[in-house]
């Protein structure tokens, strides 16, 4: 298959109009069954290491789930607003929306049982696969115009085990998704100066062979 110029210009076009959605941006909309197999599908056609494809996806809509998860994140946030005590904007900052948004998902790894191709040296490398999938999950989502936040603030070890997650899977991502008022037209923390945006320069370098 060959694909336009167009068709470039479009994936671009999501590729940059993808944001981190917190709680403040979404709205009370349920996403259509099949919206939600399309940005799953997406998720599951990632590459992964020896096409192990060792993702999971466990949707979280329990609201008594979701209340004890926002307190371990009001818990470990604390203890970044200990770290950031210089900052006057870190207080203020909304960096989830576990509550507000219409779905949490808890993306899985699931440990091997036998040897994977490819994984045989960098064992991270199963791991590095998921994200593969959160990415493609968070782009296809975008396209839909449905919101996605990744929370970090949190102690995946705790999260298992409020989730009853066996120790056969490790906690990757948790994330949030739902239709939103509105996607902010860059990163939030660009926006407000925590982080100045990168330029093509700052990031590609060159090497050349110096051996005589
Ligand atoms: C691995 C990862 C973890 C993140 N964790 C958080 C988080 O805990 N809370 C939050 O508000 N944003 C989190 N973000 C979102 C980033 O802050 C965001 O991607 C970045 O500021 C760029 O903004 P954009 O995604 O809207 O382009 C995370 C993003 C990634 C990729």
């Avoid at 996806?57 to 210089?86: C, G, P, Q, T, V």
């Avoid at 490790?170 to 509105?182: F, N, P, S």
Wanted: net charge neutral; charged share 25%.
């Amino acid at each position: 298959m060959n694909f336009t110029l167009q068709d470039a210009q479009a994936l671009q076009t999501i590729l940059s109009a993808r944001r981190d959605v917190r709680g403040n941006h979404y709205i009370d909309k349920t996403i259509a069954p099949e919206t939600l197999d399309a940005i799953f599908n997406a998720a599951n056609s990632a590459p992964s290491v020896g096409f192990s494809q060792p993702w999971e996806f466990m949707i979280i809509d329990d609201l008594i789930l979701r209340d004890k998860i926002y307190h371990e994140f009001e818990k470990e946030n604390s203890k970044a607003k200990a770290i950031f005590h210089n900052s006057s904007l870190y207080p203020s900052l909304k960096l989830e929306g576990i509550k507000e948004a219409a779905y949490n998902v808890a993306v899985l790894y699931k440990k091997p049982t036998k040897a994977i191709l490819g994984q045989t040296t960098q064992k991270k490398m199963g791991e590095y696969s998921v994200v593969c999938a959160i990415q493609n999950l968070w782009l296809m989502a975008r396209a839909y115009n449905i919101g996605v936040g990744w929370v970090s603030i949190l102690k995946p070890k705790r999260i298992q085990k409020i989730l009853n997650i066996s120790s056969d899977y490790k906690l990757i991502a948790y994330l949030t998704m739902g239709y939103v008022d509105e996607f902010p037209n860059e990163p939030e923390l660009q926006t407000l100066n925590w982080e100045a945006k990168k330029q093509l320069d700052d990031v590609i370098s060159k090497r050349t062979n110096n051996d005589d």
